[in-house]
């Protein structure tokens, strides 16, 4: 049994392949999606919504909310990266459950690629919302001589991303494959039901500490900002 | 290899796609639609505000209204109560006036009444006096009335003084001497009678004599102006006046009683 679903390989050209990972990947985008699609096509702004409708509120208004609590101000300028980044992971982590799934998640390769995504998106956001200079005199503060352990930092919180994400996801997959060998009743349900915790858990981990590392990069000017006139006052 | 960099690439494009994916199909719309709907309820609540203000000015309006109802309502009691306690005592003043009048016309009753009863009295009494004491004259003296009426008014003729007989001969000249008794005297007596009112006013002067059965006891002489009377009137003047003071007093008190009574009501 392989270890990531990247092995399993159903087409390949060349360096171009469709394994398992993309392939479950179209099938959560597709799901997401067409489902996004037909519920949001017949919206309501009265008083009675449908149930789906409403499921969509709670859960965006819910993100809204959360983005907004860790400091990310407006929350709708970061909902589709942040949100998408929640509802990805966790459409594949629950659909784990479905036998003979592999969710994407469980790939290191979309684990890199989602964590190179929030490394790639942090400093944009950074240098967005401070310019290039305020931005990459984040890796300087509190002093010079934290500017390697800032950049070791960027990078190790990158991997520590892709990794656990990695770790979690797969090690659930693996424990109930291993389990159904082992003990085929009644502990691979467990074991599944463990998992879909775990993966709402890490989902949100994701997703978070994408927005804490983004909240970090764009409010950390502005406490300087905040800072500076009381320095003032002080010296005045 | 757990890092396939193909699929690392693949996986960032995918992601970015569905990032796009979701921002069209699943957050704009759900987004539009909650700001949709929280500019209704924003709506809502404002007309909600703007109805709840206009209902608290109409509110206040009634309010004020009722108010003005009430202040014109006791005004209008007051008004009522005043109209009621004046027209109370414009019926009282009415009632006492007829009470008054009413009254006033028992007295006037009560008067003639009396009057009649007087009138009625004084001649059944004249009448029974007369009777009785025709009998109980001829009863006890045996003698008849008429003539000692005849003979004591001509005593009262001739004992006039010499003046009273001049005016009496002055008054014969104008008119004839009248002689005005309640029964009949007959022939004789008036005859006597002639003779003694000639003795003083002319032996050519007639004498008339009359018959007034109203008249009480008595004789009655009248020349011209001049009247010489003699009977029993006097007392029953007497009489009249002692009962016209019991009745007086009996009306007196029936009306103090009937005042009171009118008070106590």
């Given at each position: 049994m392989e270890i990531s679903p990247d092995a399993t390989i159903f087409w390949q050209w060349g360096i171009i392949k469709l394994n398992a990972t993309i392939a479950t990947s179209w099938l959560n985008m597709l799901l997401l999606s067409c489902g996004a699609a037909l519920i949001t096509a017949r919206l309501t702004t009265g008083g009675q919504l449908s149930r789906w409708q409403n499921l969509l509120e709670v859960l965006v208004d819910g993100i809204l909310r959360e983005l907004e609590a860790i400091g990310l101000e407006p929350p709708r300028d970061f909902l589709p990266f942040l949100g998408s980044l929640f509802i990805f992971i966790l459409f594949s982590n629950l659909l784990a459950v479905v036998p003979g799934y592999r969710p994407p998640t469980g790939s290191l390769s979309t684990a890199a690629a989602l964590a190179g995504c929030v490394f790639i998106a942090v400093p944009y956001w950074g240098i967005k919302r401070q310019g290039l200079s305020g931005y990459l005199k984040l890796y300087l503060q509190p002093s010079v001589i934290m500017l390697p352990f800032n950049i070791v930092g960027e990078l190790s919180r990158t991997l520590a991303l892709a990794v656990r994400l990695f770790g979690n996801i797969m090690s659930g997959s693996m424990i109930g494959a291993i389990l159904l060998i082992v003990a085929p009743l009644f502990f691979p349900v467990i074991m599944n039901l463990l998992g879909l915790i775990i993966g709402v858990i890490q989902a949100y981990i994701f997703a978070v500490l994408a927005a804490v590392y983004t909240a970090a990069a764009?409010?950390?000017?502005?406490?300087?900002?905040?800072?500076?006139?009381?320095?003032?006052?002080?010296?005045? | 290899?757990?890092?396939?960099?193909?699929?690392?690439?693949?996986?960032?494009?995918?992601?970015?796609?569905?990032?796009?994916?979701?921002?069209?199909?699943?957050?704009?719309?759900?987004?539009?639609?909650?700001?949709?709907?929280?500019?209704?309820?924003?709506?809502?609540?404002?007309?909600a505000e703007k109805t709840r203000a206009a209902a608290e000015r109409t509110a206040a309006e009634y309010q004020q209204q009722k108010r003005q109802l009430e202040e014109q309502s006791d005004r209008r009691l007051a008004q009522a109560e005043a109209d009621a306690e004046r027209r109370r005592k414009e019926l009282i003043e009415q009632a006492k006036t007829e009470a008054e009048g009413l009254r006033q016309r028992w007295s006037e009753t009560v008067g003639r009444e009396r009057a009649r009863f007087l009138g009625e009295l004084k001649k059944r009494v004249g009448v029974e006096t007369l009777r009785i004491s025709r009998k109980s004259t001829v009863a006890l003296t045996g003698e008849?009335?008429?003539p000692r009426l005849a003979a004591v008014l001509l005593g009262k003729l001739r004992g006039l003084a010499i003046q009273e007989k001049e005016r009496c001969a002055?008054?014969?000249?104008?008119?004839?001497?009248?002689?005005?008794?309640?029964?009949p005297l007959g022939g004789a007596l008036e005859k006597e009678i002639s003779a003694g009112l000639q003795e003083i006013c002319g032996s050519d002067v007639p004498v008339a004599y009359s018959t007034d059965p109203e008249m009480a006891l008595g004789i009655e002489t009248t020349i011209g102006e001049l009247k010489l009377a003699w009977g029993i009137d006097s007392y029953f003047s007497e009489l009249e006046k002692s009962v016209s003071e019991q009745l007086e007093q009996?009306?007196?008190?029936?009306?103090?009683?009937a005042r009171e009574t009118h008070a106590g009501d």
């Open positions: 764009i409010k950390v000017e502005q406490q300087q900002a905040e800072k500076q006139p009381q320095k003032g006052a002080f010296h005045g | 290899m757990l890092i396939d960099w193909f699929t690392v690439g693949a996986q960032v494009v995918n992601f970015l796609v569905l990032v796009y994916l979701l921002k069209r199909f699943l957050y704009h719309p759900i987004l539009r639609a909650m700001d949709r709907r929280e500019q209704a309820i924003d709506t809502r609540l404002a007309d008849d009335l008429q002055q008054a014969a000249i104008a008119a004839s001497p009248a002689v005005r008794t309640p029964f009996s009306i007196r008190s029936s009306s103090t009683i």
